[in-house]
């Protein structure tokens, strides 16, 4: 298990259309987080899991963006009905919740173009 | 708010000086870290200073924390030309909960 892994690195996708990606995390990891990163600016949370449950979502998680973690291990983050507002990086990172403190992994993120 | 907020915003040096860049935040803390962002690439964790810390240091990294302040600061010493990169701070307010970035500084190593 070599850290968080994201897929795909790269999505072009026309306005409209819906996409998907999938982040991978640490295994012994309970928490997983999903942000945002638009160019210039530091990343923006959207949602975070413990296990499968997920506990917080951000108010700039609007309808058309869902995320799951189904049975607690790798997670999706879907975007319907795309628009050019969406173009940013998704991050993905994981951690362990308890015990004392440790950092987040992150994974390399996802690079989402709208044309 | 939980946001870090970091300053400078931009920073230049030359290789072989010091930088220092400096964090503030508005919440008590449990703990507060400091993340690297290469260009179009995720972040990496650096290093993690407890709220009952002052000072920490891993390798040419120094990080100090003034709770009473709220302010934090990450020195790099001896800096290279790898060391160009975005540097965010992270304050965390319970362990494991979500953080929330400021938009960073941007650290420029000239050869």
């Known amino acids: 298990d070599t850290g968080v892994s994201q897929d795909p690195r790269h999505k072009i996708t026309k306005r409209g259309q819906n996409v998907t990606f999938r982040c991978d995390p640490i295994?012994?990891?309970?928490?997983l987080y999903w942000y945002r990163q638009t160019l210039g600016q530091g990343p923006e949370f959207l949602t975070y899991?413990?296990?499968?449950?997920?506990?917080?979502k951000s108010r700039l998680l609007s309808d058309r963006f869902s995320a799951e973690r189904p049975k607690g291990s790798f997670s999706t983050l879907e975007i319907q009905r795309t628009e050019q507002g969406d173009s940013a990086m998704y991050l993905c990172?994981?951690?362990?919740?308890?015990?004392?403190?440790?950092?987040?992994?992150f994974g390399s993120g996802t690079r989402l173009t709208v044309v | 708010s939980q946001q870090g907020e970091e300053d400078p915003q931009a920073l230049s040096i030359q290789e072989g000086e010091n930088a220092t860049m400096n964090c503030s935040y508005k919440?008590?803390?449990?703990?507060l870290q400091w993340y690297r962002q290469n260009s179009g690439r995720g972040l990496v964790h650096l290093i993690l200073i407890r709220s009952n810390e002052r000072e920490k240091h891993s390798g040419r990294l120094r990080v100090t924390l003034d709770t009473s302040k709220k302010s934090s600061s990450l020195l790099i010493t001896a800096s290279r030309a790898a060391d160009t990169a975005s540097y965010f701070c992270a304050p965390v307010v319970n362990t494991g909960n979500q953080f929330y970035f400021g938009t960073g500084t941007s650290l420029t190593v000239i050869p």
């Open positions: 295994s012994e990891h309970n928490r």
């Open positions: 990172a994981s951690t362990v919740a308890q015990g004392d403190s440790y950092g987040y992994t």
């Open positions: 899991f413990q296990n499968e449950a997920q506990l917080e």
């Open positions: 919440t008590s803390i449990n703990n």
